[in-house]
């Protein structure tokens, strides 16, 4: 086995193995160490386990974050639901393991995340409190729309009954999409991602990314950003205004999104990861998801607690309060600086 550190020329041979790798995800793709270097400036690590006559055998991609606010540490991957170690087996996963650990070292890191759909099994702790939402998709719109309930098919056409739109689309829907996000963000006390992050995905993947966004009388009231990979298509971000709950925006942009991903043949559609009982659960419940166990496993330098770089911890608590109650300008200007060192 030879395990060396990827470079721009073998990108791709490793598009080829994700394509075929049972555990990859479209945020094994080796593009993403550029966008996130290029929006974050934060260093990119791409591990790769070969051998003779059999080429790639594993892939681990991680990202070196390091502020005097959230600490030094690798991720594998930020900013995303999915990432950690690639491979074919334990050999050539445990080899890129190891690697990572050395790595950390040598940066002096704290910690390493791994986040992972299957365990390691490999002694390293995990966080088992988040699921994947996944719905399994019919050959048609019409079959999914007939699967539903008559509670849920009211809700979506309560929104279409106000004169609520839907257009698809890519960089035209960028700023309705920054716009609405940007907003929920900030009443959620959360630093928001910069436009340019956006931008800049949809400049890397444009055979696989897109923007849902909902309308009234031009109004952007619910926007949320696609992702493909293979058979699957994902909904990482999405957001509604919440003065327009009540007639219920967020029902028509999921559906919509759904309808988009029956017609252009996806076979999975992910909700984005949850944790089981909350709010965004019991959303992502009513449409017939089921629910898949997350493992975000951690090497941690000095043992001890698993840490909580998230708005769960209480040590956050007065600043996401504080947050809520900022312009929503101001925090498009304060936020992506912060942002950029949230894993």
């Given at each position: 086995m030879i ?5 721009k020329?073998?990108e791709?041979?490793?598009d080829?193995?994700?394509?075929r790798a049972e555990e990859a ?7 993403w160490g550029?966008?996130i270097?290029d929006?974050f400036s934060?260093?990119s690590y791409?591990l790769?386990?070969?051998?003779d ?5 594993g ?7 390091k502020?005097?606010m ?6 594998s991957?930020?900013?995303f639901?999915y990432?950690?170690v ?9 080899l890129?393991v190891?690697?990572a650990?050395q790595?950390?070292?040598r940066l002096?890191?704290?910690h390493?995340?791994?986040?992972q759909e ?5 002694g390293?702790?995990a ?5 994947s939402m996944?719905l399994?998709?019919?050959?048609s719109?019409?079959?999914l ?5 008559a509670k ?5 056409r ?14 035209e829907?960028?700023n ?7 907003v929920c963000m900030?009443d959620?006390g959360?630093?928001v991602?910069p436009?340019n992050?956006?931008?800049?995905i ?7 990314t897109?923007i849902?966004?909902v309308?009234?009388e031009?109004v ?6 696609l992702a493909?990979?293979r058979?699957r298509?994902?909904?990482p971000?999405?957001?509604s ?6 007639l ?10 759904l309808?988009?991903?029956?017609n ?20 992502k ?8 166990p997350?493992n975000?496993?951690y090497w941690?330098?000095?043992?001890g607690?698993l840490?909580?770089?998230?708005p ?13 109650k900022?312009?929503?300008?101001l ?13």
């Amino acid at each position: 086995m030879i395990l060396r550190t990827a470079s721009k020329s073998d990108e791709p041979a490793i598009d080829a193995y994700i394509e075929r790798a049972e555990e990859a995800s479209l945020y094994h793709a080796f593009r993403w160490g550029s966008v996130i270097e290029d929006c974050f400036s934060h260093k990119s690590y791409y591990l790769l386990c070969e051998s003779d006559g059999e080429g790639i055998q594993g892939i681990l991609p991680l990202v070196h974050m390091k502020s005097r606010m959230f600490g030094n540490l690798l991720v594998s991957m930020p900013y995303f639901n999915y990432g950690g170690v690639c491979a074919n087996g334990k050999e050539s996963r445990d080899l890129l393991v190891g690697e990572a650990v050395q790595l950390a070292k040598r940066l002096g890191a704290s910690h390493i995340e791994f986040r992972q759909e299957k365990p390691l099994d490999n002694g390293f702790p995990a966080k088992t409190t988040k699921v994947s939402m996944r719905l399994s998709l019919p050959d048609s719109p019409h079959d999914l729309w007939k699967s539903f309930p008559a509670k849920l098919r009211s809700q979506i056409r309560k929104p279409q009954k106000s004169g609520m739109v839907v257009r698809i689309g890519r960089e035209e829907e960028l700023n309705s999409f920054h716009q609405v996000f940007s907003v929920c963000m900030r009443d959620l006390g959360t630093p928001v991602y910069p436009r340019n992050f956006f931008r800049t995905i949809l400049d890397r993947f444009p055979e696989s990314t897109w923007i849902c966004s909902v309308y009234r009388e031009n109004v952007p009231m619910a926007s949320g950003f696609l992702a493909a990979f293979r058979d699957r298509l994902e909904i990482p971000w999405a957001a509604s205004l919440r003065r327009y709950n009540s007639l219920s925006p967020n029902m028509l942009l999921y559906w919509s999104c759904l309808e988009f991903a029956c017609n252009r043949g996806y076979r999975v559609f992910d909700f984005g990861r949850s944790t089981v009982g909350e709010g965004t659960y019991r959303f992502k419940e009513q449409w017939g998801t089921v629910q898949y166990p997350m493992n975000w496993h951690y090497w941690l330098a000095k043992g001890g607690t698993l840490p909580e770089i998230n708005p769960g911890n209480p040590r956050y608590r007065l600043a996401i309060e504080m947050w809520k109650k900022l312009p929503v300008s101001l925090t498009k200007v304060l936020g992506p600086p912060i942002v950029r060192n949230i894993p």
